[in-house]
């Protein structure tokens, strides 16, 4: 006994404590795998059901319209009817509907990314009198619903001769003060000692905006970029309200050509879905790493 004192003595005079009891170890394994079986297993409930509207779709894309509403649902067909995907491109201009929008979602993007951070790297970088108060209540637009001002705007394009075209469009998306909010967050992750430094060597706002705050902010750009393209292409309202001519028509308000007074081609109307969601799913894996990224980085400081 006391041998066992004077060797449990020595340990504590050296600094060195005994080592936990294997039982107790084991315990604390046990108790961090359940707990980590629990999270994936928690996660896959919610990745099933953020995916089964998804899976629902696919599958309704390859049934007949009398087959699509059953009940209960029957997730696999039971003959896959593969002519749904070469009727829709010639009972509808589906190839149109699609230019259409990739038009309009290219353009409005690329203007709401050079806009947002031009816009943010002034409210970010440069200091000037009632900054912050300006930056506040342009922010505080976000808040405001689109339905409050839906008609003025509609009444301004009227008054200016640009319904039925999509400069209405480009014009009213172009800026974004969600795109502002994001760029700045970011921007204020840069340094400003790379501003005045570059200010020393003679640079521009401008210039310190194109050639360095640009190439470092691409995460952001990219998010930014993302979801301006993913709000453009699956806008309905807008195409709805300002364009007319079947021409213009994006794949949105195409897809509601299959819907008549008394019946709709339900089948039609899933493969149209499923094909309008594959350039949005494209661009979105391509730019994953970047998309969060960006959105991990820019909440950072504020």
């Known amino acids: 006994m006391s041998a066992l004192v004077s060797d449990l003595a020595e340990e504590l005079d050296g600094g060195r404590m005994p080592p936990a009891p294997v039982p107790r170890r084991r315990t604390r394994r046990n108790r961090a795998l359940i707990g980590r079986i629990g999270m994936y297993a928690l996660l896959v409930v919610l990745l ?4 089964l509207p998804f899976l629902w779709m696919l599958s309704s894309s390859f049934k007949h319209d009398d087959q699509v509403l059953t009940v209960p649902v029957q997730w696999l067909p039971t003959t896959f009817v593969w002519s749904n995907y070469a009727q829709i ?3 509808i201009p589906m190839a149109g509907y699609l230019a259409n929008s990739a038009f309009l979602a290219i353009v409005i993007t ?6 947002g951070s031009f816009a943010a790297y002034g409210f970010s970088k440069v200091r000037f009198p009632g900054r912050d108060a300006l930056f506040l209540a342009y922010i505080a637009t976000i808040a405001v619903p689109w339905q409050a001002y839906m008609i003025p705007q509609y009444v301004m394009m009227q008054k200016a001769g640009l319904t039925n075209t999509f400069t209405a469009l480009i014009l009213l ?14 921007y204020l992750t840069i340094p400003d000692e790379l501003n005045e430094a570059a200010r020393i060597d003679g640079l521009s706002d401008y210039g310190i905006w194109a050639r360095i705050i640009l190439p470092l902010s691409k995460p952001a750009l990219a998010s930014l970029a993302l ?38 081609q339900y089948a039609l109307i899933m493969t149209g879905s499923v094909i309008s969601i594959i350039p949005i799913l494209v661009i979105f894996l391509a730019g994953q790493r970047y998309f969060i990224s960006g959105i991990a980085t820019s909440g950072m400081k504020g």
């Open 48 to 51: 099933t059901v953020v995916l």
């Open 110 to 115: 690329i203007l709401q990314v050079l806009t």
């Open 89 to 91: 491109w010639t009972q």
């Open 173 to 186: 998306q172009a800026f974004g003060a969600f795109g502002v909010f994001l760029m700045r967050q970011y």
């Open 227 to 264: 979801l301006t393209f993913v709000n453009t292409w699956n806008d309905y309202m807008g195409p709805f309200i300002y364009l007319s001519s079947n021409e213009l028509w994006t794949v949105q308000i195409g897809l509601k050509s299959f819907i008549g007074q008394y019946s709709a």
